[in-house]
Antibody, heavy 113, light 112 residues
Framework: EVQVVESGGGLVQPGGSLRLSCAASGFTVSNYWMNWVRQAPGEGLVWVSSIDERGNLKGYADSVKGRFTISRDNAKNTLYLQMDSLRPEDTAIYFC??????WGQGALVTVSS | DVVMTQSPLSLPVTLGQPASISCRSDQSLIHRNGNTYLIWLHQRPGQSPRRLFY???NRDSGVPDRFSGSGSGADFTLKISRVEAEDVGIYYC?????????FGQGTKLEIK
């Protein structure tokens, strides 16, 4: 079955760091564009970051540029989102998605003191 | 950034009746390769989004044919020919023609 499963969410203080993981099964992450999308409580969907098949192209929303880093481990077939200098406004469910076709269940990140 | 504007934002519909959602972008979504990267997503409460259409009008597997996607350039429409109870939720359009990718505000469909 083709699926992605996020992990690594949790409660972190402002200024702290978290790394989200997105484990893929049923397909190879290096063959697809992979993306992160987030959704704050009660709000709409917001694109966060994308990486192309070869890992050469990486895009970020202005709100996370310089703080978040997208990467991929082909051997582990896993996508990552390293989140540094977290702010309360980063609080959201973070979804991993393959081509916006396959979505995970999401990982909740709460930034609060 | 490309601004995506959906209307209406709230859509009460009687079961069995049609529904239509408009999505407009403030610039053309035609990529230099000729493709238009406009997708429609449906999100039920408490669930992850589900893609319905990609590249404007290509229906994803398992999406009922009472759903249709159309449009070109900067003007797009999602139509449901006969609304069923399972169609409730929020519908989003999204462009991934250029970075930053952007979503519409979402249209909440409810049963009257």
């Amino acid at each position: 079955e083709v699926q992605v499963v996020e992990s690594g969410g949790g409660l972190v203080q402002p200024g702290g760091s978290l790394r989200l993981s997105c484990a893929a099964s049923g397909f190879t992450v290096s063959n697809y564009w992979m993306n992160w999308v987030r959704q704050a409580p009660g709000e709409g969907l917001v694109w966060v970051s994308s990486i192309d098949e070869r890992g050469n192209l990486k895009g970020y929303a202005d709100s996370v540029k310089g703080r978040f880093t997208i990467s991929r481990d082909n051997a582990k077939n896993t996508l990552y989102l390293q989140m540094d200098s977290l702010r309360p406004e980063d609080t959201a469910i973070y979804f991993c998605t393959r081509d916006f076709e396959i979505w995970g269940q999401g990982a909740l990140v709460t930034v609060s003191s | 950034d490309v601004v995506m504007t959906q209307s209406p934002l709230s859509l009460p519909v009687t079961l069995g009746q049609p529904a239509s959602i408009s999505c407009r972008s403030d610039q053309s979504l035609i990529h230099r390769n000729g493709n238009t990267y406009l997708i429609w997503l449906h999100q039920r409460p408490g669930q992850s989004p589900r893609r319905l259409f990609y590249k404007v009008s290509n229906r994803d597997s398992g999406v009922p044919d009472r759903f249709s996607g159309s449009g070109s350039g900067a003007d797009f429409t999602l139509k449901i020919s006969r609304v069923e109870a399972e169609d409730v939720g929020i519908y989003y359009c999204m462009q991934h023609t250029q970075w930053p990718y952007t979503f519409g505000q979402g249209t909440k469909l409810e049963i009257k």
